[in-house]
């Protein structure tokens, strides 16, 4: 006799930013905690030029974690509105170690579907290599890296670059969660772009490269250990594992910026002198030595013109970019036209970017508004506390400077702590930050109940997501 079929959790696909970040973020957690979903009105508030409905990046992930836990899925198709995710293996029975993942649209976001799947290949530690004789004395044996290519577009309308990912968002996650060549954590992620691919202008093709270490089985995703609390130290933990960023004013001293900017040839000189013009004008303590041109590419096409710029701080780094197109030359005007045109271009992007990077400094938050939301899937799966607060509107930095303090408690002492006021209508979007942020968070506590939220969402207690290695019959410990 068949086992009734457990109930899905069910997610409106209308709530909140009501986009595809939503499905993405729902999606990954079911594969990581193997739950089954029903996502209804998928994408519904995208009913205007960009369509409702499933787009070529979600199928192309969804798919992909469909195939990687053996999940029962219906409504999985570009354009549906209803999709049931029923995933049946979990991340430590991962069958393989070498994807790749090709979206059906050139244009679709290999850095969207990335994403997607990344959560559940952070897990997926299990079965890499066989026992090990450190393996049999008790230590965790070194699992065979996962190898991952996604090909799709690089450069993406409404997507994070390639560049995003390899500057400000594994950076972040490595340096809060011990990630990197540098820790004693296990996991890391290698990247590298193998070819660009662009949403505008003829379309191409793109791909990335990832080198996956994930946590060995049995491990957590931990907070990294700062060793205690020093003075100019942003990140502090104790031994319940706590990581919070603090906001003390020396914390936002931009001691360099970080410029790469793949523009059409004959606007390399004219932008990179507006950037620096633009970037000493709003941070006037940075020297025009601390602004480091990492990237100076050629994009071939007038079209396409992307630039990204990263303030640094001792601890802290805030990510701003741009994607845009040249105007069409006009047919009666001449080289001279185009000359006095790439100049009037790179003053405005140089402009719009500048003071979109000195606005979200400004804001006193210790990361960045895209930055934020994209950290609360990790922080709902880590152990112990974490805190990614933004400033602004919510308070200001005294409130939220105060609201980190109370990391220094362990779990046990939660409800004796006056601050840290525990978030209870979390049923829609909660807490400060942006509309993707505070929806992410939602989605989070409805595929996570056991993750716990505190002051208006700044503050996580996370589930202490953990898998142990599959047995020789395919079931997981």
């Not at 509105?81 to 244009?107: M, Q, V, W, Y």
């Not at 969660?177 to 890391?188: D, L, V």
């Not at 931990?222 to 990140?235: A, E, H």
């Not at 716990?452 to 996580?460: A, H, I, S």
């Amino acid at each position: 006799m068949k086992e009734p079929k457990v109930k899905p959790i069910e997610i409106d696909g209308r709530t909140g930013e009501g986009g595809g970040q939503l499905v993405r973020i729902a999606c990954s957690l079911a594969a990581v905690a193997t739950l089954p979903i029903r996502i209804t009105n998928v994408r519904g508030n995208r009913e205007g030029p960009r369509g409702g409905g499933l787009k070529s990046q979600h199928v192309s992930s969804i798919e992909w974690l469909a195939q990687a836990t053996d999940a029962e899925v219906s409504g999985l198709a570009v354009g549906s509105h209803t999709l049931e995710f029923r995933p049946r293996r979990k991340p430590s029975e991962l069958a393989g170690r070498s994807f790749k993942i090709r979206a059906d649209s050139a244009a679709a976001s290999t850095l969207l579907i990335f994403q997607a799947v990344f959560p559940f290949l952070l897990f997926a530690g299990g079965n890499g290599t066989s026992p090990t004789k450190r393996d049999l004395d008790g230590e965790q044996p070194p699992y065979t890296p996962i190898n991952l290519e996604i090909s799709g577009g690089t450069n993406v309308s409404w997507s994070p670059s390639f560049e995003y990912l390899d500057q400000v968002l594994l950076p972040a996650l490595e340096s809060a969660f011990g990630g990197g060549s540098s820790s004693s954590s296990s996991w890391r992620v290698e990247r590298r772009l193998l070819a660009r691919g662009w949403s505008a202008g003829k379309p191409s093709r793109g791909s990335i490269a990832l080198r996956i270490h994930p946590l060995r089985c049995g491990e957590t995703l931990r907070p990294r250990d700062t060793g205690g609390k020093k003075k100019n130290n942003t990140s502090r933990r104790n031994g319940s594992g706590c990581h919070r960023l603090t906001l003390a004013s020396e914390e936002h001293d931009i001691t360099a910026i970080d410029v790469s900017m793949v523009v059409p040839a004959d606007m390399h000189e004219p932008l990179a002198a507006a950037l620096v013009a633009d970037l000493g004008e709003l941070f006037p303590e940075v020297d025009v030595d601390d602004i480091h041109f990492k990237l100076v590419e050629d994009s071939g096409a007038d079209a396409r013109v992307y630039v990204l710029l990263v303030a640094r701080s001792a601890t802290l780094r805030w990510g701003r970019d741009i994607l845009t197109s040249m105007p069409k030359p006009s047919v009666s005007k001449g080289s001279g036209s185009r000359t006095s045109s790439k100049k009037k271009v790179s003053a405005d992007v140089s402009r719009k970017v500048t003071k979109s990077l000195y606005d979200e400094v400004m804001e006193g938050g210790a990361v960045d508004e895209f930055l934020q939301d994209q950290l609360v899937v990790f922080q709902a799966l880590a152990e112990g506390l974490t805190s990614f607060p933004r400033g602004g509107s919510s308070g200001g930095t005294e409130k939220l400077e105060a609201a980190m303090e109370d990391l220094a408690i362990g779990d046990k002492d939660m409800k004796q702590q006056p601050r840290l006021r525990r978030d209870k209508k979390t049923h829609k979007p909660f807490g400060e930050g942006s509309t993707h942020t505070t929806t992410a968070r939602w989605v989070a506590a409805e595929m996570l109940p056991a993750a716990k939220w505190f002051n208006d969402g700044r503050v996580c207690g996370g589930v202490a997501m953990r898998l142990q290695r599959a047995e020789k019959d395919g079931r997981s410990k």
